[in-house]
């Protein structure tokens, strides 16, 4: 009888555990954002034709740009990135990134806007910039949190 216990037991705890597992991971969610969302953002970038894919993805609490850039020969791909990163100043900001959060129901801010510029061949990244809506590093801490709004953008190693 007791062996028969010590088994229920232990697959009532390996049932929790894989249970917690599942509940925990599947919490952080990579969410991809509708183009509708974002259209005239896209239509600005493709009007050089170099601009080949855009996609925007969420993970709380960050939200990714993605642009994979298709750089011919004998094009200045500094300028494209220039470009690129100067219309991505003009549509992050908090009123585009609150209906961001609303689409994926994440009740805060989003935290950080991260672009990155791929080349669309070798998916080699060219460029890297983030912004954040926090000026402080430490969102949690909001008594010395001081609100930047996307408007600081920082190039970052990739």
């Known amino acids: 009888m007791e062996r028969s216990t010590m088994r229920k037991s232990s697959l009532l705890t390996v049932v929790a555990v894989l249970c917690l597992s599942m509940s925990l991971s599947s919490c952080s969610i990579t969410r991809t954002i509708p ?5 005239d953002y896209r239509t600005e970038l493709k ?3 170099l601009v080949r894919n855009t996609k925007l993805t969420f993970l709380r ?3 990714t740009i993605s642009v994979s850039l298709n750089v011919k ?7 494209e990135i220039a470009r690129i990163l100067e219309a991505t100043k ?3 900001t908090v009123d585009n990134m609150s209906v961001i959060a609303k689409y994926v129901r ?4 989003i935290w950080t806007v991260t672009l990155e510029v791929t080349d669309v061949s070798s998916k080699s990244i060219f460029a890297k910039y983030r912004a954040s809506y926090f000026a402080s ?3 949690y801490d909001q008594s010395s949190v001081v ?10 190693g990739y």
């Open 137 to 139: 590093r430490d969102a």
């Open 106 to 109: 994440w009740p805060e801010e």
């Open 35 to 39: 183009a509708a969302l974002y259209k």
């Open 90 to 92: 003009a549509y992050v």
């Open 61 to 63: 609490p960050r939200l």
């Open 73 to 79: 020969e004998g094009a200045n791909a500094e300028n």
């Open 47 to 49: 009007k050089n034709n």
């Open 147 to 156: 609100i930047d709004g996307y408007k600081t953008w920082e190039e970052v």
